[in-house]
């Protein structure tokens, strides 16, 4: 959901529309009152907010939200005149992601949305969890039925490529590419090294990845052991 507060009716039923059409859901105010109520209700994923507002201007109504644990975390775009680069200076130190200078393009006003909620999006924690092996991309770790595990970077990225995908074969030279690269000089040997350590290290659950004979490789299901 994103907040429009823009007091140029015209302005901001385009801005509305522009967003609806781009896979959006908005909402309009024509104040800071109508953004504060709306806040009670439902708090978005992003504000759009105008400096030249009625009654309660633009900057302070960012220092509330700032200020408020509430809303503190909200991304926020403000739209200034396109000669102010004070209101710019003072909107960016008061705490918004970006700005909008006016008149704006609608595409640029997309393009800008698409960028903050990009930054400003939680990382979400990927573990991948398959037969006894536990693999934590945020803490680069692998344990094998609870115990630790020291992988080199080339065995974590050939397990973690295979416990992305189970069932799906990989060529050894598909490996080569994804995983030393297309301007890797060596022979397929290397894969099955690799492999190789990686099976043992893995202990018994090394049987998960499986030969393919004259293909390659696959982790398998437990049920197709």
């Not at 509330?64 to 209101?87: G, M, V, Y």
């Not at 297309?182 to 202990?203: M, N, P, Y």
Request: hydrophobic share 40%; net charge negative.
């Amino acid at each position: 959901m994103i907040y429009c507060v823009e007091d140029d009716a015209a302005i901001r039923d385009l801005m509305l529309y522009t967003l609806n059409a781009s896979d959006f859901k908005a909402r309009g105010f024509s104040d800071s009152t109508e953004l504060w109520r709306a806040l009670k209700e439902e708090k978005p994923d992003l504000i759009l907010l105008d400096i030249m507002l009625p009654g309660e201007d633009g900057i302070t109504t960012l220092k509330k939200l700032r200020a408020s644990p509430h809303t503190s975390e909200i991304p926020i775009i403000i739209a200034t005149a396109r000669d102010s680069e004070f209101d710019k200076v003072i909107g960016l130190n008061s705490g918004a992601d970006d700005y909008l200078s006016k008149p704006f393009g609608m595409m640029e006003m997309i393009a800008r949305i698409k960028a903050v909620l990009r930054r400003t999006s939680p990382k979400q924690t990927q573990i991948l969890n398959h037969g006894g092996i536990v693999l934590d991309e945020d803490r680069h770790t692998v344990t094998v039925k609870e115990k630790p595990v020291s992988l080199t970077l080339k065995e974590y990225e050939l397990l973690k490529l295979f416990m992305e995908n189970i069932g799906q074969v990989f060529t050894r030279e598909i490996l080569l590419s994804r995983i030393w690269g297309l301007d890797f000089i060596g022979e397929t040997r290397t894969v099955d090294v690799h492999i190789g350590t990686l099976r043992t290290k893995l202990s018994d659950c090394g049987d998960l990845i499986e030969t393919v004979r004259g293909v390659g490789y696959k982790m398998v299901n437990e049920n197709e052991q």
